[in-house]
């Protein structure tokens, strides 16, 4: 079973920017698709990013576009989401997950197929 464990999450303040990374055991990860999902308190999870296997398919909710990007470093093992301006709205906690198989990449929560524990991310106005 293949773990993801997210870090970089914490407080910042409105405007201000922070990047999560999520690092993934084993040696397939060049073969999964990676994104992230937030989870706001009483909200349902939505997708934030996404990136193909080979880093040629990236999507990023409109909520987000222009101010999160998504990366990957293979030789790493871990996908990154960059943060700028952040927005008290952006509160949330942020997971990462994987899609097996060089699936294409989706804003689908349910096509997923392993997920990390997830990180605080919390923005004071």
């Known amino acids: 079973q293949v773990q993801l464990v997210e870090s970089g999450g914490g407080l910042v303040q409105a405007g201000g920017s922070l990047r999560l990374s999520c690092a993934a055991s084993?040696?397939?990860?060049?073969?999964?698709?990676m994104g992230w999902f937030r989870q706001a308190p009483g909200k349902e999870r939505e997708f934030v990013a996404a990136?193909?296997?080979?880093?040629?398919?990236?999507y990023h909710a409109d909520s987000v576009k222009g101010r999160f990007t998504i990366s990957r470093d293979n030789a790493k093992n871990t996908v990154y989401l960059q943060m700028n301006s952040l927005k008290p709205e952006d509160t949330a906690v942020y997971y990462c997950?994987?899609?097996?198989?060089?699936?294409?990449?989706?804003?689908?929560?349910?096509?997923?197929?392993?997920w990390g524990q997830g990180t605080q991310v919390t923005v004071s106005s």
């Open positions: 084993g040696r397939s990860f060049g073969s999964y698709t």
């Open positions: 990136i193909s296997w080979g880093g040629g398919g990236i």
């Open positions: 997950a994987a899609r097996y198989n060089y699936a294409a990449a989706t804003a689908r929560i349910d096509e997923y197929d392993n």
